[in-house]
């Protein structure tokens, strides 16, 4: 869905006839026509009409092109446009959907600041009204009638472009156990992103490789909007989408949440709906560790449960409706305190300067520490049990190792589809660490073998991992077994290095309140004649929610009710 080109990393797309890709057709099913085109009455259709001058076009005008960005939200009076997927290696130029009056444009990367997916171009003489995008956003703020209506058609027309034709407008080709391949097609899944998968180990991957004018070194190579860009990583991708942060020179934010999990989440959809200028950046995808699980049981709400995925997924959506920027790939680098406001550094040097900013970093996963484990790092070694991944280990032995729920569900969800899965768990005891009804749940299951009081002590493989070696800690005895898919659930340490100066436990986890002592304070507070709020750290202004806070009760749940908190205290602190 992107635009112009990153200098030194792109080219311009050769030309082929068109041949069909087998097997990367995407499987999300269609959505109703009359999700994609809702009905509207008189009195809607004049509340939408008063946004913007009636423009009369030709046809063959075009409103905005693939790749665009801050283009208009587009209310169609009369006529007919089409939207149109620019033509692509092994595909002409298709028509992907067609709208008549009075309807609106646009789909979800409108909320998204996305560059646009496909070109919009009149098929017939009409008349549109524009709106600029500022307005639309106070539409969206404003106007709860409207609002729901036009984000439950973006979410209907993403779904559409996902299904069909549409979804090859941003192809990524890679090979299936390449770490960055999977990082990307992770990055782009959480970012809800319309894109097609293309493995370049099918000749049809190949094929579509050489029609880009690209090799095996190359990988992996996204091809959009007539662009290839080689050694994709999220951040070039980003960039390229118009995802990534763009600074604005001299403009304070009111919120700066950093960390996109679900308590970042929640902070970033609160302070937004509550007025508050927010901006949420992650350091890799949004949806943090919640994302990673492939179900979630005990969320209330939802009592036959969801994905991470698919709960992250809706929260950044919620997010953005209300107006929050939300960028990725975008880590933090440090934190500076002084004049008045806090100034946040990313990893590329760019300064976000904000009056407050809530820490929601969580923590980062924990390895095993073994020979080759960077070797095997998206290429037999997950962190995640989630389609992806299990599309790549379907019909194989896996193992999972971790003994907490997140172990149990991943192993349940793999025996779905695996050849065999083994649970190692370091404790004598199943029970020790996970939910009774999962114990029970993975004792009666016959796919899944249990190892209790054992560790995995050694990877073996090519350019993936093909064995592990398992050993029981009671008598030592050691037995390789076939592994081609090693699923690591043994927690994670708290990703709070850049906030250096901030009040730390002995663990690494930030201090917040009544935690705090009087040695923790720089005297900052005392000027201020106050203690540090709920969720407040050592440093005024700078709040922390979710796993990254020391107590945290590390559930989704107390996360997603942790960042809310913080949004009231932040709005305590900039009001003071």
């Not at 037999?380 to 003994?403: F, H, K, M, S």
């Not at 768990?425 to 054992?454: F, K, N, Q, W």
Request: a negative charge; hydrophobic letters at 45%.
């Amino acid at each position: 869905m992107g635009g112009g080109g990153l200098p030194g990393q792109c080219g311009d797309l050769p030309r082929r006839p068109a041949a069909h890709i087998l097997g990367a057709v995407s499987t999300v099913a269609p959505p109703a026509r009359e999700e994609t085109h809702p009905a509207l009455t008189a009195g809607q259709l004049e509340r939408l009409r008063a946004l913007g001058p009636p423009v009369d076009l030709r046809a063959g005008e075009v409103l905005y092109a693939a790749g665009a960005r801050d283009y208009d939200f587009v209310v169609l009076d009369t006529g007919e446009v089409e939207a149109i997927r620019l033509a692509t290696p092994d595909s002409p130029e298709r028509v992907v959907e067609r709208f008549g009056a009075p309807q609106f444009l646009g789909e979800l990367g409108a909320l998204t600041d996305q560059a646009a997916t496909l070109t919009v171009r009149m098929a017939v003489d009409g008349r549109v009204r524009r709106v600029p995008r500022a307005r639309f956003r106070r539409l969206m703020a404003e106007d709860p009638e409207l609002s729901d209506i036009v984000l439950r058609a973006y979410m209907a027309r993403r779904q559409l472009i996902k299904s069909g034709e549409g979804a090859r407008s941003l192809e990524i080709v890679g090979s299936r156990m390449s770490a960055s391949a999977m990082a990307l097609r992770n990055w782009a899944a959480r970012q809800l992103l319309a894109h097609l998968w293309v493995d370049v180990d099918t000749p049809e991957g190949g094929a579509l490789l050489a029609a880009a004018d690209a090799t095996a070194e190359d990988l992996p190579v996204v091809v959009t909007a007539g662009i290839v860009l080689r050694h994709a990583t999220p951040g070039v991708v980003a960039e390229q989408l118009g995802l990534a942060y763009r600074p604005c020179p001299g403009h304070v934010l009111d919120l700066l949440v950093v960390g996109g999990g679900p308590a970042g989440l929640a902070a970033a959809m609160y302070g937004a709906s509550e007025g508050l200028k927010t901006v949420l950046v992650d350091g890799v995808s949004v949806g943090g560790q919640a994302a990673a699980s492939s179900r979630i049981e005990n969320y209330l709400g939802f009592p036959s449960g969801l994905t991470g995925a698919d709960l992250t997924g809706r929260a950044l959506v919620q997010s953005q409706k209300f107006g929050a920027r939300i960028n990725s790939p975008c880590e933090a680098r440090s934190l500076h305190a002084g004049d008045g406001q806090l100034v946040v550094t990313l990893d590329d040097g760019t300064e976000i300067a904000t009056h407050a900013v809530i820490a929601a970093t969580g923590a980062r996963y924990r390895t095993l520490g073994l020979a080759r484990w960077a070797d095997f790092e998206g290429a037999g070694i997950y962190y995640a049990a989630t389609e992806l991944e299990v599309r790549v280990c379907e019909g194989r032995p896996v193992a999972v190792v971790g003994g907490a729920n997140s172990a149990g569900q991943a192993a349940l969800f793999l025996a779905r589809r695996a050849e065999r899965v083994r649970l190692v768990v370091r404790a004598a005891d199943l029970g020790a660490g996970m939910s009774r009804y999962l114990v029970d749940r993975i004792l009666a299951d016959p796919r899944i073998e249990v190892h209790t009081g054992t560790e995995v002590v050694e990877l073996d493989g090519g350019t993936a991992m093909e064995t592990i070696t398992l050993r029981e800690r009671s008598g030592g005895t050691r037995t390789a077994v076939a592994c081609h898919g090693l699923f690591c659930f043994i927690g994670a340490e708290p990703a709070t290095a850049w906030l250096d100066g901030v009040a730390r436990d002995d663990h690494g986890f930030l201090l917040t309140d009544h935690d705090l002592e009087e040695q923790h304070l720089d005297g900052a507070f005392a000027l201020l004649g106050r203690r540090p709020l709920p969720y407040e750290t050592s440093i005024p202004g700078v709040f922390a929610a979710g796993d990254a806070r020391h107590g945290s009760m590390k559930r989704v749940a107390a996360a997603v009710g942790e960042g809310a908190s913080a949004v009231h205290s932040v709005h305590q602190a900039i009001g003071s």
